[in-house]
Structure formats: structure tokens, C-alpha cells
């Protein structure tokens, strides 16, 4: 994802005084959500402040990309700006999931189609075939436009050695990982059991990549003798790889599986926190297990393998990522190291401003889209250490409150101008990655299963979505209430599932109405408005 986009001299000028211009105007802490109250019921007192809440500007992030991911066709990516960028499109897919699914667990109890049809869509996007459509479907540009398909291991151009290649195969973890960890979190959102068999092929094939030679013997260290998967497909990636070893936690978390018990990621982790280490025991960015081999039109910019495996192949956007995904695995690893990690790649322009650069060895400029990624995924790391400070720095430089751009309706959200006016790509790179770093959930979070009795709390199963702001939803199964939290622009209903009896809403301590039967739902109407509302 790496060295894509170059700029020259003139243009990073202007981009850095657009940025900091931007940056100065205030701070850009996340917008409050609406006012939260204190009420007691029966005796039972509730304060909202002790729930997980979103704020405006993350819901019109959302709102954003409904626009760019619900009917429409799954090969559709008009408003995505990446023309120049399809062979790196499943990225795209990718992370706006993860942002999106640490959303969803903010407001735990609101699962109408608006959440899920958001989450359905990007893994559809994700999975676009030639079968389907040719030429324009991910699967030509990350794989079948390369000359990978027939890739054999040790030697590439052996025919009669052990066979890798293929869009789904081992050899292609950059995709796969970021497939099948979609499809589980969207299983953990909504729990629907679609897509519960395809997660354990994958996880099925990793396992027999990293534990056998590939024939079916036990082999330490798997098919590359390393314990870690390669993509391109002769580099591995601890970045890459630590996205399936979070989809394996996941998956066992969910499914009652041993796959990491087993220790089938083991070897892997141990490479990675040995060899794989810079002078700073800080993880480098890549390292070569095999020859070079191949290409991709759409990636031609990428640098050349004689980098890897050298001290040049450093990265904050490769080393941030990889921490965060592998805290949840090795908590003490990335403890341990997030300190020096600011201290190495964090550049301080003021107080209140900073970036991350994107390799200490070559620095390179602002506009280097390392440096924007490492300051991006350093958010999400940031705010998984409870490091809110470094949060707000990052923010305040490259995401001033001018560089947002709100629809005529003004319900949905991007940013624009400063960095994503340098290079139209970064507008939804920005507008994601640009949010997660502000959520109540973190990556980390997300690796547990949701308990199975959480699948019978009470839940807004459908709603007037386009008319309403729903800053905070969530079932408390100890007190007995649903919190709820919403700016209803016009009159709007919202139906509940799973409570036994009549609920009735309280608003203030005092009784708002009863829900309406319907069916077997419950449904509440409301008049525009703000309310605070428990539903007993």
C-alpha cells in the first residue's frame, strides 16, 4: 500500500501549509454526543455516562459510506477515487470494516439494515469474481492481472515443487486474511451464520500452510519455514500476517475453535519478535522468503525486492498496524514497545500537533503516503493504549474541523481539502481511518465474542434510519434497561425485538409511553427531537 503516490516539491509545500493552517483553526476533539442525564426508575438509576456513545461526526461517517457501498453493484466503486489503485481496492474494503464494526459495538443494540447492509456490502465488494465480472472484479486485480497464479515454492519457476498460488491460496494472505476477518466480524455483529463455514476453510488453510510442508507432514515453521504466510507472494509481512492471526482469535472466540491453543501461529510470532526486529526492536517492515517473482500492473510503484530484509524495510504504518492487530495475542509485546515506537517515528510540530513518519531511515516528505498511513494507523494504536493525547496531536494536524465536508441534508460526512485534496484517494482513507482512532471500542475489543446471551438482549431491529441520530443504544442486562440516545430530525418509529412483555420507555424518570405490539416486536414512535430514553 506503500509508495503508490509521489509528489514534487511544490505541491508538498502547499499541502503542508493547507495542513497546518487546518490544524491551527482548534483543537479537533471528536464533537460531543447529545446530552446525557441521570435517571432513576423503581429505585434502579441510570447514568448514561456510563455507556459507550457515538458522536455526530462519526454517524456521518457511516452515512458516507452507506452512499458509497449500498445499491449499487458489488464492482461498483464510483465516490472510492481509485482508479489508480485496483489491485490495492481490497484495502479500501478492508479497513473501512474495521472502523465500521467498532461502531456497530459502540451502539451495540441498534442492528437495523442500515448497520448490516453497510457491513454486507464491503465483503461483497471484497469478493467480486472474473466469473461474475471479468476483468473488472478484484480477483483479476489482486491476483489473475499478475503472473503469481502459478507460483510454486521453493523454486518459482519449478513446476514440479509444491503449488501456492491462487487468489484463495496460501500464498495470497494479503486478501485472504482481510476476507475472511471481515466475515467474521460481520458474524460477530450480526451472528446470521452465513458465512461461518468459508472463515473455517481459510482458517483451515493457513493452518496447513504454517504446521505442514504442504503434503501433509508435520513441518516446524510450515511451507516457508517461518511460520508466517507470504503475499506478493514471495515477502512476508508481519502487518499482513497479524490481520489472520486477529481472524483466528476471532473465529475460536466465536465458534468454540482451538485453532491458536493449538499454537498453530506460534512459530510465527516467535520469527516475528526475533528476526523480524529493527535496532529498535521495533518490527521491521518485510522480509524476503523467496526469490522475486511476479508484478502487478496496478502496482507498479512499489519498490523492488532489494529492499527487503535490510534495515531500509521499516515502516510506522507496517509497525502501528501490526501492534494493533496483535495486542489482543501479545498484550506485553506491544505494551512494551508503543512507547519507543512514538519516540522513534513521532514528530512533534507543536504542543498540540504532531505526525508519525513513515520510515526513519528516509524520512521523505508529508505527502509520502507512508507517513499519512503511519500517522492514520498510529491513531488506532494510540487510542488501544489509552493514549488520547497522541490521539488529538495526530488529528489536530491532518484532520482540522475545516477539512470536513458536510452534505446539503447534512447527514452525511467526509473530509476533504488539506490532506485529502492532495490526493483524491485519501477523501475515504481519511474519512475511516480518520475516525477510528476516536472510538469507545478498539481493535482490541473486538476479538472477543459477543456472550451467547447477548443474542437475547433486547435490539432495535428496524428504524426510520434516515430520519433519526442514535448516539447511544445499548441493553444493560444488569439493571434491567435499554439506554437510548437520539436526535430524531422528523417523526420516526423504531422497532424492538426480544423483550418478552409491553416495554415501556421512560424519559426524565417519568413514563414517555408504552411500545405498540407488533407481532412479535415492539415498536416506539417519536416526534422530532432529542431524548434520553430507558426502556424497561
Known amino acids: 500500500m506503500s509508495h503508490i503516490l509521489k509528489q514534487n516539491k511544490f505541491v508538498t509545500t502547499v499541502l503542508v501549509i493547507t495542513i497546518v493552517f487546518a490544524g491551527m483553526t482548534f483543537g479537533n476533539l471528536p464533537t460531543p454526543p447529545a446530552t446525557m442525564s441521570v435517571q432513576t426508575i423503581d429505585g434502579v438509576t441510570f447514568n448514561f455516562a456510563d455507556y459507550k456513545a457515538l458522536n455526530k461526526d462519526q454517524i456521518g461517517m457511516l452515512n458516507y459510506f452507506d452512499t458509497l457501498t449500498t445499491d449499487r453493484a458489488y464492482n461498483s466503486w464510483d465516490g472510492w477515487y481509485s482508479e489508480g489503485f485496483r489491485g490495492g481496492r481490497h484495502y479500501l474494503a478492508a479497513f473501512t470494516t474495521y472502523v465500521m464494526s467498532m461502531l456497530y459495538e459502540t451502539t451495540s443494540g441498534y442492528r437495523s439494515s442500515l448497520y448490516q447492509d453497510v457491513a454486507y456490502s464491503l465483503i461483497k465488494m471484497m469478493n467480486t469474481t472474473i466469473e461474475e465480472y471479468e ?42 486474511g482481510h476476507y475472511a476477518l471481515m466475515m467474521a466480524l460481520y458474524e460477530r455483529s450480526f451472528n ?86 529493527d535496532k529498535y526492536g521495533l518490527f521491521t517492515h518485510s522480509d524476503l522468503v523467496s526469490p522475486y517473482l511476479g508484478s502487478n500492473a496496478s502496482l507498479d510503484d512499489y519498490p523492488k525486492p532489494s529492499m527487503q530484509g535490510d534495515e531500509l524495510a521499516v515502516s510506522s504504518y507496517g509497525a502501528s498496524w501490526a501492534m494493533a492487530f496483535l495486542e489482543y495475542t501479545q498484550e506485553n509485546e506491544t505494551i512494551s514497545d508503543y512507547e519507543q515506537f512514538i519516540e522513534v517515528y513521532g514528530r512533534d510540530l507543536s504542543s498540540s500537533e504532531m505526525y508519525m513518519l513513515g520510515s526513519y531511515n528516509q524520512p521523505g516528505s508529508f505527502t509520502d503516503l507512508d507517513t499519512v498511513l503511519g500517522s492514520f494507523f498510529t491513531m488506532a494504536l494510540a487510542n ?153
Not at 452465513?194 to 505442514?212: R, Y
Not at 491458536?260 to 516475528?272: H, K, Q, R, T, V
Not at 411500545?515 to 416486536?521: H, I, M, R
Open 192 to 277: 446470521t451464520g452465513e458465512f461461518a463455514t468459508e472463515i473455517g476453510w481459510f482458517v483451515d488453510d493457513w493452518n496447513t500452510s504454517l504446521t505442514t510442508d504442504g503434503y501433509g507432514n508435520p513441518k516446524e515453521g510450515g511451507i516457508w519455514g517461518v511460520g508466517l504466510i507470504p503475499c506478493e507472494p514471495y515477502i512476508i509481512f508481519i502487518q499482513c500476517n497479524s490481520i489472520p492471526i486477529f481472524a483466528t482469535e476471532l473465529f475460536d472466540n466465536i465458534y468454540d475453535e482451538n485453532y491458536m491453543e493449538s499454537g498453530m501461529w506460534d512459530y510465527g510470532l516467535n520469527y516475528a519478535n526475533t528476526q523480524m526486529q
Open 384 to 536: 488501544q493504549r489509552g493514549d488520547t493525547q497522541t490521539v488529538e496531536r495526530l488529528r489536530n494536524f491532518w484532520l482540522g474541523p475545516s477539512n470536513q465536508v458536510w452534505s446539503d441534508d447534512g447527514r452525511v460526512m467526509h473530509y476533504e481539502d488539506g490532506i485529502a485534496s492532495l490526493y483524491a484517494l485519501l477523501q475515504p482513507i481519511a474519512t475511516g481511518l480518520g475516525t477510528w482512532g476516536t472510538f469507545p471500542v478498539t481493535i482490541r475489543d473486538l476479538a472477543d465474542a459477543r456472550p451467547t446471551e447477548f443474542w437475547n438482549y433486547p435490539f432495535i431491529s428496524a428504524a426510520d434510519d434516515n430520519n433519526i441520530w442514535v448516539y447511544q443504544a445499548e441493553w444493560d442486562p444488569v439493571k434491567g434497561g435499554f439506554i437510548l440516545n437520539i436526535q430524531v430530525d422528523q417523526a420516526a418509529t423504531l422497532t424492538f425485538s426480544n423483550f418478552g412483555s409491553v416495554p415501556t420507555a421512560y424519559a426524565g424518570g417519568v413514563v414517555l409511553q408504552q411500545l405498540e405490539l407488533d407481532g412479535s416486536d415492539y415498536t416506539l414512535s417519536l416526534s422530532p427531537g432529542s431524548y434520553n430514553i430507558v426502556i424497561q
Open 135 to 176: 476483468n473488472d472484479s478484484i480477483e483479476y486485480w489482486e491476483w489473475t492481472n499478475t503472473n503469481w497464479d502459478d507460483y510454486y515454492y521453493p523454486d518459482p519457476n519449478n513446476s514440479s515443487d509444491l503449488y501456492t498460488g491462487g487468489f484463495r491460496g496460501p500464498a495470497n494472505i494479503m486478501w485472504t
